[in-house]
């Protein structure tokens, strides 16, 4: 463990939240900006393109128009296709998933806080040369600049991952853990209901400027007061650092592992059935994050306004039940009532099976608005116990390798962020109710299967590939087992 400097142990007297606190709470904006200037565009967009005119209703309509709808938008200048918008707004996902088995190698081997610091600075840049792109290349430079926006975006969960492992003890990993993780609810949240107020009072492209002004904001307050472990920390509290020693068995970031035991991860059970809980995750959610304003809009018939409220909602519940989770993800653990893997099992149940019925019962409601607003919304809410359950899954499993673990669960399951869609459109050609609760018994199939395959093979327990000579050791064996050649 390194000496800390004399300079640090005396400025360090002057914080009274401890670092790894702040540690989060800065994690939890990283994923908060993160989020606003990857979902601005979705909004900003209704006011880039040509509004179209719809004169048939008869089959785009199901339920009645709401009576409150006075938008009077007229929309942009760009003359955009269906087609051509989804392709603006998927592409940001190619870049992202390029990064992330990268951005965990990089966070592993240097430490999680340049890999996310330089992260989140490239995508917000991105953001704030967002107009210059739409003005002066049209679509084709969105799609490129959405793509390098993706690139950088993608390292943020990963490096999240390696700096909650070096942060956190496990007894206070669900409620900081569900902390970091609930900022993309309020990101969320943020880019919905603040990108329709600026668009109101002001041209689209202050949008861009307002986010990614921001995450330059976050990036330097983020390098001046955080650090890769509490062993590099110059100004963290003796008496939490003494603390953080005794609860994790070290301080410091072990930055000479040998190369990733890829064949051991890959072909771990428990590693497997975490892809499968988090493609099931990402499933339903990306269906809610992307289609649930078209579905509030074609199929309820919401006005511009009440569909803005109303699709923010489920966003307020998830994050409040995300952290409360944590809380009571911790409880159990601490009082010996649920073993860690059960823990995680039982918060990623209700995470799955909980919005699946709530998903599919709100196609039952009919032209109920409130009944149909009450469902989603715990629908989402539900789905926030995900953030104490199968997400931290990758820091129990190998403090070592948490963010090779992190980058390949969330790297396959943002996947789905580029299949939903377009499957969406699909499957909905005429917008109506019948073809939209196809959708959603779809999303309750794969939600169903994929939580019932983690909640028999996943385990929180710390994997034999944490340590790669104990890997060799039990390969060894294994090998001298077989029966010799002759």
């Known amino acids: 463990m390194t000496q800390q400097p004399a300079w640090g142990v005396s400025f360090s007297k002057y914080f009274v939240i401890p670092q790894r606190v702040i540690l989060a709470i800065m994690g939890f904006l990283a994923i908060l900006n993160a989020y606003t200037m990857r979902i601005s565009l979705s909004i900003a967009i209704t006011e880039l393109v040509v509004k179209k005119n719809y004169t048939d209703e008869g089959e785009a309509a199901v339920c009645p128009a709401d009576d409150l709808d006075s938008d009077s938008s007229s929309g942009g200048d760009y003359e955009w296709s269906e087609e051509l918008q989804g392709l603006i707004l998927s592409s940001f996902y190619i870049g992202y998933i390029v990064t992330h088995v990268p951005g965990g190698l990089l966070a592993e081997?240097?430490?999680?806080?340049?890999?996310?610091?330089?992260?989140?600075?490239?995508?917000?840049?991105?953001?704030?040369?967002?107009?210059?792109?739409?003005?002066?290349?049209?679509?084709?430079?969105?799609?490129?600049?959405?793509?390098?926006?993706?690139?950088?975006?993608?390292?943020?969960?990963?490096?999240?991952?390696?700096?909650?492992?070096?942060?956190?003890?496990?007894?206070?990993?669900?409620?900081?853990?569900?902390?970091?993780?609930?900022?993309?609810?309020?990101?969320?949240?943020?880019a919905n209901s603040l990108s329709g107020v600026l668009l109101d009072a002001y041209d689209w492209p202050v949008v861009f400027y307002l986010f990614g002004g921001l995450g330059v904001v976050w990036f330097i307050i983020f390098t001046l007061l955080c650090y890769s472990d509490p062993g590099s920390h110059p100004f963290i509290k003796p008496t939490e650092r003494e603390y953080l020693q005794r609860e994790m068995g070290s301080v410091t970031r072990n930055d000479n592992l040998p190369p990733t035991p890829w064949?051991?991860?890959?072909?771990?059970?428990?590693?497997?059935?975490?892809?499968?809980?988090?493609?099931?995750h990402d499933w339903g959610f990306y269906i809610m994050v992307t289609d649930l304003p078209k579905y509030m809009a074609d199929v309820m018939q919401f006005s511009i306004k009440a569909n803005g409220l109303y699709s923010s909602l489920p966003y307020i519940m998830m994050w409040i039940f995300s952290i409360s989770s944590g809380f009571v993800g911790d409880w159990l653990m601490t009082r010996n009532i649920l073993s860690i893997t059960n823990t995680r099992k039982l918060m990623t149940a209700i995470a799955a099976f909980g919005p699946a019925i709530f998903m599919v019962a709100a196609s039952y409601a009919g032209c109920d608005r409130v009944a149909v607003v009450v469902l989603f919304t715990i629908c989402m809410g539900l789905m926030g116990a995900f953030y104490a359950g199968m997400k931290l899954s990758?820091?129990?499993?190998?403090?070592?390798?948490?963010?090779?673990?992190?980058?390949?669960?969330?790297?396959?399951?943002a996947i789905t962020g580029v299949i939903t869609p377009y499957l969406v459109g699909v499957m909905t050609p005429n917008a109506t109710l019948l073809e939209w609760r196809l959708v959603f018994w779809v999303a309750f199939a794969v939600l169903c299967v994929t939580a019932v395959i983690y909640c028999i093979w996943a385990s929180g327990e710390v994997q034999p590939f944490n340590d790669p000579p104990a890997v060799k050791d039990y390969e060894s064996e294994e090998r001298g087992k077989k029966p010799e050649k002759k």
Do not use: H
């Open 109 to 190: 081997k240097f430490g999680g806080k340049w890999t996310l610091g330089l992260g989140i600075l490239s995508t917000a840049f991105f953001t704030l040369i967002t107009p210059i792109a739409i003005t002066e290349g049209g679509s084709t430079a969105l799609i490129i600049v959405r793509i390098l926006m993706g690139l950088g975006e993608g390292t943020t969960f990963p490096a999240l991952s390696v700096l909650l492992s070096q942060w956190v003890p496990l007894k206070e990993r669900g409620k900081l853990g569900a902390l970091v993780l609930g900022g993309g609810q309020v990101g969320t949240i943020l």
């Open 263 to 280: 064949k051991a991860i890959l072909t771990n059970l428990p590693m497997i059935a975490l892809v499968c809980a988090q493609i099931g």
């Open 394 to 413: 990758p820091l129990d499993m190998s403090p070592n390798y948490s963010g090779t673990l992190m980058a390949i669960t969330n790297g396959i399951g």
